[in-house]
Structure formats: C-alpha cells, structure tokens
C-alpha cells in the first residue's frame, strides 16, 4: 500500500504543477514571449492565458508602461573644441515585446549608446552659447535619431531631456563674471533712463507751471488794466458831469505839487509850465474877496486882481 500511495502523490504533484505551468495569467501593460522548444510561438495579452505544460516556456515578460531611463553625464566636446558634461533622460516605451526580445540584446544599453553618439553629432556642430541656449533644438533632434533608430526594436522614444549641461569650471567662472557685468550694466542703463525720465517729467511740470503761472498773470494784468480803464472812465465821467471851473482845477493842481516832491532821493524836480496858469486862475478866485486888509487902499499894499496882467510863464525849478 505504501507504493501505491507514493505514486499518488508524485502524480498529484505533477499535476498540480502542469496546472500551474498550462495556466499563465499576466498582468495588465504587460505582455509575455511564449516559445515551444526554442522557438518563438506566439505572445500573451493581459489575462488568463493556457499554454502547454513542459512543452511551452515563458521566454520573457516586457512592462509595456512608459520607462524613465536617466543616463550618467558624458563628455561631449563642442564645435569650439570645450568638453561640456550632458546628463539625458529619456522617455520610452515597447511597442512590439517579440521586436524587442529578439531584435537586440539589450535594448537600454543600445538606447545609451545611441543617444551619446547621437549627442556627440549634434553637439559638435554647435559652439558652447548655442549649445546651452539650444536644449530644445538638441532635444528635439536627437528625438528624431533614437525614434527613427528604435522603431525596428519595437520601441518608441516619447521623449528626451537634456537634464544638465555642465561646462568646464574656468568657463562657468568666465560666464558668471558675464552675467555680472551684464546685469550691472543693465542696471545703471535703467538708473540712468529712470534719472532721465525724471528730469523729463520735472522739465515738464516747470514747464506747465511757468505757463499756467503766465496766463494768470497776464489775466491779471488784463484785469487790473480793465479795473484801471473802469475807474478813469469813472472819474472822467464824474467830472464832467460835475462840469467843474478852472478855479476848482488850479486849486487841485496846487494840492498835487507836494506829492512830486515826496521822496528821499528826488534831488531836482521841473515845475511844469502849467504851474502859471494855476496861480493866475486862483489869485483870480481870491481878488474876488476883496481887499485881504482893512481900511481901503491907504496905507495898504495893492491887491492883485483878476484884471492884471498875467505874469510870464516861466518853469522854474527848485533844487
């Protein structure tokens, strides 16, 4: 009995291994080489899938998800013979997993060297400015030679970035002192446009107010002149419409000729001609009066009238 017992649990096993051997069950984005005696047979999709139990083998299981693969920097000399460090990162994915089972080896390894060859190429037709102001240019070509190159192993190159470009130390110290004069540069160009722009805009307000200032004083003065014409307009119409006498006038005169003598530094002043006429006129208004002392003309000095003769006019002057 105990054969008997032993071989069934050998047959057990066994079939419970070719169970576990004719059901393969493979995960999604995934996808499995089946071969049969060596030989490529066919490829599993996601899902439960029955294969024949030592007859078929899985060769290889390919992640069909998009992969980041980060490359170490490599040296890369540019067309003005400078060794710059570049790091890449590049995005792909598998297409076809039989290609890319069979149709290379090691497709990381031949996705690296392919694209520092391919760097090498395109950096060494660029100078070290264009180089570092071109990573989407450098990106988008080398694109196009991993895409071109992949495809047959069943591969597509989504991306590829230019993760850092490290020149040599001597030349990021020459291009940090050029960027610093460059922004001290651009800083006093803007100082200076801000001081310009100021003095602009200073003149300006000078300007405005000097204008503003003489329009109000030419108002004023038109103003003032007007006053000026209103008021003579008004005494000359008073005095008209008082019709004064001579008399009146020459007593006026003689009340002015104090006020042109007012004045410290008036050291010579003219009589005017004029002067005679007024005097006549008011040693006329006072004969009127009479005698200026009693007892008729004896004894008294003889008093001027308005019948005398007019003395000469003269324009004396008083010093």
């Known amino acids: 009995m105990e054969p008997i017992i032993i071989v069934l649990i ?42 024949v139990p030592f007859i078929d ?27 710059v460090n570049i790091d890449t990162v590049i995005y792909y994915q598998v297409t076809d997993a039989r290609a890319a089972t069979y149709e290379v080896a090691s497709y990381i390894q031949a996705i690296e060297q392919l694209t520092v060859t391919t760097l090498r190429n395109i950096i060494g037709g660029m100078d070290l400015e264009r180089t ?16 071109e190159a992949t495809g047959k192993w069943g591969i597509r190159v989504n991306r590829v970035e230019l993760k850092a470009i490290e020149p040599p130390t001597s030349i990021q110290d020459s291009m940090e002192k050029q960027m610093r004069a460059d922004r001290d540069k651009r800083a006093a160009i803007l100082q200076a446009e801000g001081v310009r722009q100021s003095e602009i805009l200073r003149a300006e307000g000078e300007k405005q ?48 000729l104090p006020k042109i003598a007012e004045g410290d530094a008036n050291k010579l002043w003219i ?31 003889p008093v001027a009238t308005g019948k005398e003769p007019a003395p000469r006019r003269e324009q004396p002057t008083i010093d």
């Open 209 to 256: 107010s000097a204008i503003l200032r003489a329009e109000g004083e030419s108002k004023a003065a038109a103003l003032r002149a007007e006053g000026e014409a209103q008021a003579i307009r008004t005494v000359f119409e008073s005095i008209h419409a008082g019709d004064p006498d001579q008399k009146l006038l020459s007593y006026q005169y003689l009340q002015m």
């Open 132 to 147: 570092l102001t071109s990573r989407e240019e450098i990106n988008a070509a080398l694109r196009g030679v991993l895409d």
């Open 271 to 301: 009589v005017p001609s004029e002067i005679g006429d007024a005097l006549k006129g008011l040693g006329g208004a006072m004969g009127n009066f009479g005698p200026l002392t009693g007892g008729g003309n004896g004894g008294g000095a």
């Open 10 to 51: 050998i047959l057990v096993v066994l079939v419970f291994i070719a169970l576990i051997k004719t059901i393969q069950v493979i995960p999604q984005a995934s996808a499995a080489i089946v071969e049969r005696f060596g030989r490529y047979t066919r490829t599993l999709n996601a899902g439960l899938n029955i294969v």
């Open 57 to 83: 083998s899985i060769r290889n299981r390919v992640d069909l998800r998009e992969q980041v693969v980060p490359f170490p920097p490599q040296p890369v000399i540019t067309q003005d013979n400078l060794v």
